[in-house]
């Protein structure tokens, strides 16, 4: 069989077998001899590592250019200080909080995202736990009518007389017949239950609905360094009425994609309650909640957030743990349920950071 067999091979008649020659181009050629004319040449793709190293503080953003001896493990109490964070930026030396020399006006702080399933609950709960083991006088307000924070401090929601819903819709009574001790020194919760969801529809006939909850907390500002409400999982009338009473929000925001297209959405109603009803009203900061290091898309969606929101993003990073469904079933934060836990330490942290932001007491 010779070459004349292959149509198109005649060319290579006379030429040492197993070889082929290059051809002299009469033109210049635009793509590598590889691709057609007509195909782009594809950028080379960056080669991954298919086992990520355990301490998940070792894997640089995709924006940063580290070196592991650059990392340090993330929230550690006994680790460096001034080393990259899960959020890809230097972690900041936080000083211990001082103890209050006085009591009050207290710093209202809201915890609120719409989307429900973010850690606002639990935020809310071991935030103020952790703030109340620096000697200032916490008061948390669940204004959820889930009743998740009461039940979340051991209190029963459908065993309560009075609940916050009596203490917005009837003026004879007071924030004293309301507020309840809890087990954790210094913290005390005023409960709610499904009654709440009823003042969201009364409170449309109101004069100045939207500053129905700052009227009823006036009295006691005085009497706590710290108030923080438990938002519901809504922009409805009683996340205004909460927002409208408070100096900052929090936003607890889970490292999950449909968690960040909500974020858009709040920061509207933020600006226009800053705009009509309370200029004073500042985010503290936005909380990464449910982080798992190992997986591209949490630390992708967190990358994504500090580009947007740069250092109004906390430095600390709230990681997944099966203890904090251990705490709701005791009714108790996770500082006194599992105090030497990561969790725990995790939240110590976010308290220096939040009280660096808002002086409290």
């Known amino acids: 069989m010779n070459e004349s067999t292959f149509p198109g091979t005649e ?14 181009p009469a033109q210049p050629i635009s793509a590598p001899p590889s691709l057609p004319p007509s195909t782009p040449p594809r950028p080379a793709t ?3 590592s298919l086992t990520p190293p355990e301490n998940y ?11 592991a001896e650059d990392l ?5 109490a006994h680790g460096p200080r001034n080393k990259i964070g899960p959020t890809g930026r230097p972690l900041p030396d936080l000083p211990e909080p001082k103890p209050p020399t006085k009591t009050g006006p207290a710093q209202v702080i809201a915890m609120c995202n719409q989307k429900g399933g973010v850690g606002k609950t639990t935020t809310t709960i071991n935030l103020g736990a952790a703030i109340a083991e620096t000697g200032r006088k916490v008061l948390l307000i ?17 065993d309560l007389e009075l609940s916050v819903y009596n203490l917005l819709m009837q003026r004879d009574i007071t924030p004293e017949e309301v507020i309840q001790p ?20 009364q409170l449309v006939q109101e004069v100045a609905r939207e500053y129905t909850l700052q009227r009823v907390l006036e009295p006691i500002l005085p009497n706590y360094d710290v108030i923080l409400i438990d938002c519901a999982p809504s922009l409805g009338l009683l996340t205004v009425n909460a927002l409208t009473a408070s100096n900052g929000i929090v936003v607890p925001l889970e490292c999950e994609f449909f968690a960040l297209r909500g974020l858009a959405m709040l920061t509207d109603t933020i600006a226009k309650v800053q705009d009509r009803l309370n200029p004073k009203l500042e985010i503290v900061g ?44 005791v009714g108790e934060p996770i500082t006194t349920y599992a105090p030497s836990s990561q969790a725990a ?7 220096k950071e939040v009280l660096a932001r808002c002086p409290a007491g």
Do not use: W
């Open 72 to 76: 340090s493990p993330v929230n550690d």
């Open 57 to 67: 503080a070792e894997m640089p953003r995709p924006t940063a250019k580290l070196t």
């Open 286 to 329: 936005i909380l990464g909640t449910m982080f798992d290091g190992r997986t591209t898309h949490a630390r992708e969606v967190l990358d994504r957030v500090v580009q947007a929101f740069d250092e109004r993003v906390f430095h600390t990073v709230i990681r997944r743990t099966v203890k904090f469904p251990e705490t709701t079933v």
């Open 182 to 201: 809890t087990r954790v020194e210094n913290l005390d919760l005023l409960p709610a239950n499904i009654d709440l969801s009823a003042a969201e529809v």
């Open 11 to 24: 060319h290579l008649s006379g030429q040492i077998p197993g070889h082929l020659p290059v051809p002299e």
């Open 142 to 158: 669940d204004f959820d009518p889930q009743g998740s924070a009461s039940i979340g401090l051991g209190v029963q929601p459908h």
């Open 345 to 351: 330490t995790q939240y110590r942290d976010l308290a």
């Open 46 to 48: 960056p080669q991954r």
